[in-house]
């Protein structure tokens, strides 16, 4: 297999995944040149990368950063770009597979660059689809784009979605994230430090957040509708601690499919670089027996309303699906900064809607027909969200 690839987002937890298969897939003697990769301000991971990937381009979005990415990047051979502009020109150069890694509503124009050249993309960024869901798979259909699911419970689906006409539901599974037996007295104490320490799976700060308040399984809910085309109520969150089913596809012959293995990144990304073709990855074999037992349990929307928010904001459109994104982004931010509780993170996002809804009327009833309106309501949401941040009381 000869692919060309880049990476959007080298520094994060997919992104370094994503080089260790890349690598390992080298070895066994697959080309797999690299185009692309790019980073947000971490000049030593970007630099790290070049060395190990040897790509024709590498940009740096915090563009203050362009003549120190130059200096440390010289002799490499790498062309250097920084801010906005260079990470569009990353997911538009002509890689035949794209890993879209950027976390937050930033990774979404450098993804649309990747789709409008029909290249294979490879979804990590919820944000794509939570907020520009329909826009997103309108434009990969026009444009003969290949959208490759990498989380690990829509890799799980696509990998046994063989009759999507035959289906009756579909369930993701959910570890529960650090505070699944916490009692909501403990949640309102909870720091960064804390909410970060996912217990299964090594992730970024800002994705470690929103799996401690299950907000993450509420975008990811919200990214199977518009990825697979099912409503919302044809969906269901089953939380299952051990992470070892990634998600289940139920048909109306009463069988049930599900995608089991360790929780490993390198397993989606593997799938997803080498679809649909598979190649053998140095992960860690799953061992039923010496597991011994699979759990699960429903979800408490009382202790964890933002998957109650997130449900409730597909079924309202795609709106206000980009305006809960857009303000979780804010919300997340401000407890990692100290300025907001744990259990702020969810009322300050339900406040900010709430605040749309009322000041800024009609804004979250229409469908967004453009990305210049998707990022209207991204922009309008994240100002109620730092006004609401910014005065905790109101939330």
Not at 252 to 262: E, H, I, K, P, Y
């Amino acid at each position: 297999m000869s692919r060309s690839v880049s990476i959007l987002g080298v520094t994060g937890s997919v992104g370094q995944s994503t080089i260790q298969v890349i690598e390992e897939l080298r070895g066994q003697g697959r080309e797999l040149p690299v185009e692309a990769v790019t980073a947000a301000s971490r000049i030593d991971v970007l630099v790290d990368a070049c060395r190990r990937l040897r790509p024709k381009f590498a940009a740096i979005a915090n563009s203050q950063l362009l003549s120190t990415a130059r200096e440390a990047l010289a002799g490499l051979g790498v062309e250097v770009g920084a801010g906005p502009s260079a990470l569009n020109e990353a997911g538009a150069r002509p890689a035949d597979w794209v890993m879209s890694a950027i976390v937050g509503a930033a990774g979404l124009e450098p993804t649309m660059a990747a789709v409008r050249r029909g290249a294979h993309v490879a979804l990590a960024n919820k944000e794509c689809l939570v907020c520009a869901g329909p826009l997103f798979i309108e434009a990969a259909k026009a444009h003969g784009a290949t959208l490759l699911p990498v989380d690990s419970e829509h890799n799980a689906i696509f990998q046994v979605l063989t009759h999507p006409e035959r289906v009756e539901r579909l369930t993701l599974t959910a570890s529960g994230g650090p505070f699944r037996t916490w009692t909501i007295e403990q949640m309102a104490a909870a720091t960064p430090a804390q909410a970060c320490a996912h217990p299964m799976w090594s992730m970024g700060r800002k994705i470690s957040v929103d799996s401690a308040t299950l907000m993450n399984k509420g975008l990811e809910l919200i990214e199977a509708s518009y990825l697979f085309g099912f409503p919302s109520n044809s969906i269901d969150v089953i939380v299952h601690p051990q992470s070892t089913i990634h998600s289940l596809v139920h048909y109306v012959d009463g069988s049930v499919l599900a995608q089991l293995g360790t929780p490993d990144m390198r397993i989606p990304i593997a799938y997803a670089l080498t679809w649909p073709d598979r190649a053998p990855v140095s992960t860690a074999r799953l061992d039923l027996a010496k597991l011994a037992q699979l759990t699960f349990e429903a979800p408490d929307v009382q202790r964890f309303p933002a998957l109650r928010l997130a449900r409730a904001a597909l079924d309202r459109g795609a709106a206000t699906t980009t305006a809960l994104s857009a303000a979780n982004e804010i919300a997340v931010e401000a407890f990692l900064d100290g300025r907001i509780r744990f259990l702020d993170i969810s009322s300050t996002v339900e406040a900010a809607l709430s605040h749309l809804d009322g000041a800024e009327a009609g804004l979250l009833a229409k469908m967004p027909s453009s990305f210049d309106e998707v990022r209207a309501v991204d922009q309008a949401a994240r100002r109620a969200a730092r006004l609401i941040a910014g005065n905790p009381a109101a939330a």
